[in-house]
């Protein structure tokens, strides 16, 4: 009997214009591939990431692609292998946690130039350490870049990034885009000559046809109001530059979740741009802004933490059809306070210009009580049991959006070996060429067009990745819920009101009642499923005298 294969995923990763001999992506390719040989593995499945940093997995469209087939089980792979742990990523927490995802699914990392293996003992230890000294390399990269960014700000210069709407890059430099920067004035001038507040005066644009005009950064065409806040507090609007007014800090208590937070001690200084409003009316700015916000801090009063409620914005109005939420009642009765909870429809008092006039207190415990019977019921029938195993095993097609992501893959490491040789070329010119200033501008020209068509390709192999990854971790998240409910019986006691909650979410699309209460007691009239484990001409009884009439199925898209 011939011995299968152990199955393997290989991952390539560059980060830079020039790498050191044995880095290259074609040099870690033929490494990895050596070893695979020797050691009789075969090579299911490659992922690269080309001029892609190691500090995150973010933007990093192979490695989530490849993470994602593994929770798949796509090719039942035992290991992926790196060249080097550097190339699996920089960020320590990063590194444990991808490490814990993929040996959660039975898959192992092996570092074929450190000759790590961590599905041996000594392996994790070594990655753990590894991971660690590779991360403080890579925080001093980034001191050292951060550090260059800052003295360009000091010089009053542009130093990265998209222009601020209202300005256009030239040749580096902030130049007005005088299309755009008729909205910037006409912000700045309703917020410190009217009452009007940041949402009012997104309403005022989109009323009186001042629209965002798109562009790499945005393709929206309406002014909202976290955008025109932002636009209000940006000194760059009067000419200045700043740099460092937000920072990156890690979040107390987690271990690898950051957070933007606003400094004060942050470089300002006059920009070499021209500015599109006056010091003046930028100060004004700031002092309705600093004055709002006291008003706001004094009238903000503390949100007590609500009761979670099972059903709430589930049950549908028999009237009106919009949703019913729960509410609290409290009444005294012989010196001892009494309090339930009840769903009521959400427009039987006037909301939004809505107004229902069904007064019905539909009592929370009754409902909820006979939503989990039901499931209770369905999930002891042996066939649900057989179905839901079925479909925890089923495979998701992802075939057609992975041909997509290759192709814009294609398209940006074209665009990237572009940017190379034109950076390339920059660096050959000759200082006492006549012609070389010319040359310059018009290799700095071809570099601009060229960062516009990497960005417009990591657009759209974002949208492509955010696509692909909403259907794994759908597919994840319900075959979660299929292995709940085989044990629905046993674990429904043992789960709190929010655990409940989150289960019928995933579970339940609509749940509708009588407008009446029915002989039998029961309010519970039918229940309408998101998950494909429904027949629809199956009958679902409460007990032998109550009945549930109709149970619909709804499919989700990609599973």
Not at 108 to 134: F, P
Not at 287 to 300: A, D, L, V
Not at 368 to 374: F, G, T, Y
Not at 469 to 477: F, G, H, L, T, Y
Request: hydrophobic residues 35%; charged residues 30%.
């Amino acid at each position: 009997m011939v011995k299968e294969k152990t199955k393997v995923y290989i991952y390539t990763r560059v980060s830079t214009a020039i790498q050191i001999d044995g880095y290259s992506l074609d040099a870690q390719k033929t490494r990895m591939k050596a070893f695979c040989d020797y050691n009789d593995y075969e090579i299911v499945g490659e992922y690269e990431d080309a001029g892609k940093s190691g500090k995150s997995t973010e933007g990093r469209y192979s490695f989530k692609k490849m993470l994602d087939d593994i929770k798949l089980g796509k090719d039942d792979v035992s290991y992926v292998l790196v060249f080097k742990l550097s190339r699996f990523g920089r960020n320590a927490a990063d590194v444990l946690a991808t490490l814990q995802v993929m040996q959660d699914y039975g898959v192992n990392l092996i570092c074929v130039e450190d000759g790590i293996d961590s599905s041996k003992d000594a392996g994790k230890l070594m990655i753990s350490v590894l991971s660690a000294v590779a991360e403080i390399e890579r925080e001093n990269i980034r001191v050292q870049t951060m550090e260059g960014r800052a003295q360009k700000a000091r010089e009053g210069k542009w130093n990265g990034g998209f222009a601020p709407y209202g300005y256009k890059l030239v040749d580096g430099k902030l130049e007005i885009n005088e299309k755009e920067a008729i909205a910037i004035r006409t912000i700045f001038d309703l917020y410190i000559n009217t009452t009007m507040g940041s949402t009012s005066i997104a309403k005022y644009l989109d009323n009186h046809g001042i629209v965002k005009l798109p562009r790499q950064n945005g393709k929206c065409s309406l002014f909202n109001a976290s955008l025109i806040n932002r636009i209000i507090e940006n000194p760059v609007y009067c000419g200045k530059i700043a740099f460092g007014r937000r920072t990156t800090e890690k979040i107390k208590g987690t271990r690898n979740d950051y957070h933007l937070v606003k400094k004060d001690d942050y470089i300002l200084v006059d920009g070499i741009h021209e500015a599109i409003v006056s010091k003046e009316v930028w100060n004004k700015a700031q002092e309705k802004r600093h004055t709002n916000s006291k008003k706001y801090k004094r009238g903000n009063k503390a949100v007590k933490l609500e009761r979670s409620h099972m059903l709430s914005g589930l049950v549908a109005c028999p009237e009106c059809g919009a949703g019913m939420y729960a509410n609290k009642s409290s009444q005294v009765i012989k010196g001892t306070k009494y309090t339930y909870y009840y769903y009521a429809c959400k427009h039987r008092d006037r909301t939004r210009g809505y107004k229902c006039t069904y007064r019905k207190q539909i009592r929370e415990n009754m409902l909820d009580n006979a939503v989990l019977e039901v499931i209770s019921n369905l999930v002891s029938r042996r066939e649900f049991a057989s179905e839901m195993n079925k479909l925890i095993k089923s495979k998701v097609d992802v075939s057609e959006i992975d041909q997509e992501q290759s192709t814009y893959e294609k398209r940006l490491n074209h665009f990237i070996n572009m940017k190379i040789d034109i950076l390339s070329d920059m660096n050959s010119l000759d200082l006492e060429d006549k012609h070389y200033q010319r040359k310059k501008e018009d290799l700095e020209k071809r570099l601009y067009d060229i960062y516009d068509s990497i960005d417009e390709c990591e657009s759209l192999l974002e949208e492509i990745m955010a696509k692909r990854e909403s259907i794994v971790e759908q597919k994840v998240s319900v075959d979660n819920v299929y292995k709940t409910l085989i044990y629905f019986d046993k674990l429904v006691d043992e789960m709190d009101v929010k655990e409940r909650r989150t289960l019928v979410e995933q579970l339940i699309n609509k749940i509708e009642i009588y407008p009446e209460k029915q002989s039998n007691g029961q309010w519970l009239k039918s229940i309408e499923f998101k998950l494909p484990i429904i027949e629809k001409d199956m009958e679902l009884f409460l007990d032998k005298k109550s009945h549930v009439e109709t149970v619909a199925l709804l499919k989700r898209e990609g599973v």
